[in-house]
T-cell receptor
């Protein structure tokens, strides 16, 4: 079965550079979520999209922005990178329509993550 | 073996024993709770979930217990196997139309001793 695809899997950047992370959700999923996981930390919610519209924002710095495109893939843009941005970035996708019925819970399927290292 | 989640982030158990991983959640409005397993270098993997109108749910070798009164969640793994070694996170969410953002608790690292 198709899973969530993230690219690149690894990324090394210098301080103050920019980075773009990409996420390709499972086909027919209508929600995308971004999470940041620092070393030894739990995942922290950054931002989510539902039907290509921003749904919620969590602890996402102003230096970061994200969008979801017409084909439902999403990109997380990170500017003025700082050492503290080094982390695993996970994308998850879900479907609010489970089995053809409106589901009250949108199970999230996580991608393999992008490991960002800022030097 | 048993952990208190937030305060004891590691748990070691012998293969074949039962494991209990605990988690305290913070938002009284949360109405869905999920346990995830995360292996090194991989994304979180769904294990089992429970709605707030339930206090127990069983899966294959796993059971989740929910105590809303004290905002406590636990994951019980029966007959723990070496393949169960991973970090386990509980997550909470609020039912809403569209996106249901997850808020994770501190993970517990489970190590199964052969």
């Amino acid at each position: 079965a198709a899973g969530v695809i993230q690219s690149p899997r690894h990324l090394i950047k210098e301080k103050r550079e920019t980075a773009t992370l990409k996420c390709y959700p499972i086909p027919r999923h209508d929600t995308v979520y971004w999470y940041q996981q620092g070393p030894g930390q739990d995942p922290q919610f950054l931002i989510s999209f539902y039907e290509k519209m921003q749904s919620d924002k969590g602890s996402i710095p102003d230096r970061f922005s994200a969008q979801q495109f017409s084909d439902y893939h999403s990109e997380l843009n990170m500017s003025s990178l700082e050492l503290g941005d080094s982390a695993l970035y996970f994308c998850a996708s879900g479907s609010s329509l489970a089995g053809g019925l409106r589901s009250s819970y949108n199970e999230q399927f996580f991608g393999p993550g992008t490991r960002l290292t800022v030097l | 073996g048993e952990s208190v989640g937030l305060h004891l982030p590691t748990l070691s158990v012998q293969e074949g024993d039962n494991s209990i991983i605990n988690c305290a959640y913070s938002n009284s409005a949360s109405d869905y709770f999920i346990w995830y397993k995360q292996e090194s270098g991989k994304g979180p993997q769904f294990i089992i979930d429970i709605r707030s109108n339930m206090d127990k749910r069983q899966g294959q070798r796993v059971t989740v217990l929910l105590n809303k009164t004290v905002k406590h969640l636990s994951l019980q793994i029966a007959a723990t196997q070496p393949g169960d070694s991973a970090v386990y996170f509980c997550a909470e969410t609020v039912n809403q139309t569209g996106a249901n953002n997850l808020f994770f608790g501190t993970g517990t690292r489970l190590t199964v001793i052969p």
